[in-house]
């Protein structure tokens, strides 16, 4: 996303106290100068945070301190379980946030043509997920300069598909996503379907370099080098590909049809609206502030999806996305979303690539 979508990121605030912390009761109304304080000096000991200046510092603990009044307008209106409070995103204003994190330029429509079609098989189980299968590669984290997300979501995506249909693991190269995409763009953001076309265009991908060490693996792959949080010329080599996609397909929006996907295919990607996440902690969302008409700008990949007991009032049903912000946020890298309600807009662009 970008500076087109700021205004929306910047109405909601100014509520008044009341949060939860990371495993605490929600605080009283009343927080003490004192007990910022010492919130503010858990949070930077918690993530590593240095500044540069006093005045840096100060700064950062009055965002960090609006944050929190944020985190609190949120909770009082969050209609699921999900706990908003401190994040490792708490002394960043939604500005920054925004220009850092989001994604998609809004020039990029899907292509008009479909693309592949997915068999639909019924009737799916009540819920589903793909990481107690050894289906979902690790979290990543796309750093804290290239847009790059839609990126992270397609690869994930075509990495899940090659485990499940092919029974052959990969860690495939985001970078070579990034730079290969539109003449070597891609930091200034995208859409999953970019990265499709992308890649059938290169014939595959290449295999990630994830550690040091040689530049060829056991099989002779030679890896694309590590993704880095910048853009490059492309730098694939002809013929070195480690994994092809047929082509991919623009699913309906339609939250049955995407859970029928995800059980009987696999992972598929989403772009959502995604605001609220800075303050995410745990739980399934469903706000009004996400309610699905704002304009989504986040692409992540829907892992799996579930049920909570019947009995619970509130947010029942839900879908297991995994994010592309390292494991250090959320529920280990993942969040939860309301299923049912279009929640965050999460049906309004479901795409998956096909591998078989
Ligand atoms: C903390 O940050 C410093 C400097 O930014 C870095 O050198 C160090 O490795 C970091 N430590 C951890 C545990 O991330
Ligand atoms: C993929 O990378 C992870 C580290 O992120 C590593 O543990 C795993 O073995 C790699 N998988 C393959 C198939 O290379």
Avoid at 126 to 141: F, L
Avoid at 224 to 230: E, K, V
């Amino acid at each position: 996303m970008g500076p087109a979508s700021l205004p929306a990121c910047l109405m909601v605030l100014w509520w008044g106290w009341v949060f939860a912390p990371p495993g605490q009761a929600i605080l009283p109304p009343d927080l003490s100068m004192t007990q910022l304080s010492q919130m503010f000096q858990e949070f930077m000991i918690q993530f590593n945070k240095t500044y540069q200046s006093q005045e840096e510092r100060h700064h950062r603990f009055s965002v960090f301190a609006q944050n929190l009044e944020m985190s609190r307008a949120l909770q009082a209106s969050e209609l699921g379980t999900a706990t908003y409070g401190v994040t490792k995103f708490s002394d960043l204003t939604e500005g920054e946030f925004a220009l850092m994190l989001g994604a998609s330029p809004r020039s990029s429509p899907p292509p008009r043509q479909k693309q592949g079609r997915i068999p639909r098989r019924g009737p799916r189980p009540h819920s589903c997920d793909w990481r107690k299968h050894g289906a979902i590669t690790a979290v990543k984290h796309q750093g804290s300069w290239c847009r790059s997300c839609w990126a992270f979501a397609a690869v994930s995506n075509i990495e899940a598909l090659w485990n499940i249909h092919r029974h052959a693991p990969r860690n495939l190269s985001v970078q070579e996503v990034v730079d290969c995409v539109r003449g070597g763009d891609g930091c200034k953001g995208g859409y999953t379907w970019d990265a499709f076309l992308a890649v059938m265009k290169q014939g595959g991908l290449m295999k990630d370099k994830v550690g040091p060490g040689d530049d060829v693996d056991d099989d002779g792959n030679t890896f694309y080098p590590a993704y880095d949080d910048g853009e490059h010329a492309c730098r694939s080599k002809k013929g070195a590909a480690a994994a092809q996609i047929l082509d991919f397909e623009i699913l309906p929006r339609d939250e049955e049809e995407i859970a029928n996907v995800v059980a009987s295919h696999g992972p598929v990607t989403a772009i959502i609206y995604w605001n609220p996440l800075q303050h995410y902690q745990n739980g399934i969302v469903k706000i009004k502030e996400c309610d699905g008409t704002a304009w989504p700008d986040h692409a992540v990949l829907i892992v799996g999806y579930g049920e909570e007991n019947p009995h619970r009032p509130g947010a029942k049903n839900y879908w297991i996305i995994q994010n592309s912000w390292g494991t250090n946020w959320g529920e280990k890298g993942y969040f939860r979303l309301h299923r049912g309600s279009n929640a965050c807009s999460i049906a309004k662009f479901p795409v998956t690539a096909r591998v078989t």
